[in-house]
C-alpha cells in the first residue's frame, strides 16, 4: 500500500498499480426497467407497493423488480422514509427519460401491424372509426381527442386484440400507409396519459412537444 495525497494506491507484486475494481449499476433502462418504471409511472403512490404486486402489474421477475427499484434508490430517483415510506422523486424527468427509452428498448418490440386508410375521406374522419373492444387510439390521435388541439398527421393504435378485427371498421386496409399498431403491454382498460405524452415528447415533432405539454399541465399534475 502506498499513500498518494488523500488517495490509497494498491501496489501489484510487480510493481505495477493494480486495477481498480469499480461497482457496476444496474442496466436501468433494458426491457424490464422500462416495464416497471412504467408501472410506477402510472401512478406515483405504485412506488409504496410491495415487489410481488410491482412484479404482477409489469410481468417483470420479482428479481428484476428488486434490482431495478435499488438501483432508482442509488441514482436518488427513490428516497425511503420512516414516515411515508418510499417516495418517487423528480417524476419529471424520470418520464422524460423512460419515454426516450421505451421509444428505443420496448415500443419496437410491441410493432403489430401497419394499415392504411381507404380513402381520403376515411383519414380525415378518423374520430368516427369505431374502434373494436380494446383496441385505443395512441399518440397524436389520442392527445386529439383529450384536447382537440392536434390534427393528427400520424396515426398510433395500441390493442389487445388481433390486429385483423380493425379491418372490420371498413375504414383501413392492411399495408404500409400511416397507421401503426402496437401490443397493449399494461393493465387496465383505458390508455394511460403517461404512453400518450412518451408518443409524443419523442416525435420529435415541435407541435407534437407543445401537445405533451399541455398533457402535463391537465392529465398530469402530479409530474408539474
Known amino acids: 500500500h502506498v499513500v498518494d495525497g488523500n488517495r490509497l494506491i494498491l501496489l501489484s507484486s510487480i510493481g505495477r498499480r493494480a486495477p481498480v475494481v469499480s461497482?457496476?449499476?444496474?442496466?436501468?433502462?433494458?426491457?424490464?426497467?422500462?416495464?416497471?418504471?412504467?408501472?410506477?409511472?402510472?401512478?406515483?403512490?405504485?412506488?409504496?407497493q410491495p415487489f410481488r404486486e410491482i412484479k404482477e402489474h409489469s410481468g417483470v421477475a420479482i428479481g428484476s423488480v428488486k434490482n431495478v427499484m435499488d438501483e432508482l434508490q442509488a441514482r436518488g430517483f427513490i428516497l425511503s422514509t420512516k414516515n411515508r415510506g418510499r417516495v418517487l422523486c423528480e417524476p419529471l424527468r424520470l418520464l422524460n427519460t423512460w419515454a426516450e427509452n421505451y421509444?428505443?428498448?420496448?415500443?419496437?418490440?410491441?410493432?403489430?401491424?401497419?394499415?392504411?386508410?381507404?380513402?381520403?375521406?376515411?383519414?380525415?374522419?378518423?374520430?368516427?372509426?369505431?374502434?373494436?373492444?380494446?383496441?385505443?387510439?395512441?399518440?397524436?390521435?389520442?392527445?386529439?381527442?383529450?384536447?382537440?388541439?392536434?390534427?393528427?398527421?400520424?396515426?398510433?393504435?395500441?390493442?389487445?386484440?388481433?390486429?385483423?378485427?380493425?379491418?372490420q371498421t371498413g375504414a383501413v386496409r392492411m399495408g404500409d400507409g400511416g397507421i401503426t399498431m402496437y401490443k397493449k403491454f399494461w393493465q387496465g382498460d383505458t390508455l394511460p396519459p403517461i404512453l400518450i405524452y412518451a408518443d409524443l415528447i419523442t416525435s420529435g415533432n415541435s407541435r407534437c412537444i407543445e401537445a405533451a405539454q399541455k398533457l402535463i399541465e391537465n392529465e398530469l399534475p402530479d409530474f408539474k
Not at 444496474?26 to 406515483?44: M, N, Q
Not at 382537440?148 to 379491418?167: D, Q
Open 23 to 48: 461497482t457496476r449499476s444496474y442496466p436501468l433502462f433494458k426491457e424490464a426497467g422500462v416495464r416497471v418504471i412504467f408501472y410506477l409511472l402510472e401512478d406515483l403512490l405504485n412506488v409504496n
Open 103 to 167: 421509444q428505443q428498448v420496448l415500443k419496437p418490440k410491441l410493432l403489430l401491424q401497419e394499415f392504411a386508410f381507404r380513402t381520403p375521406a376515411q383519414q380525415d374522419a378518423w374520430q368516427e372509426i369505431a374502434l373494436p373492444s380494446g383496441i385505443w387510439w395512441g399518440g397524436e390521435c389520442a392527445a386529439a381527442l383529450l384536447q382537440g388541439y392536434l390534427f393528427p398527421e400520424v396515426f398510433t393504435l395500441y390493442s389487445s386484440r388481433l390486429p385483423a378485427l380493425l379491418m
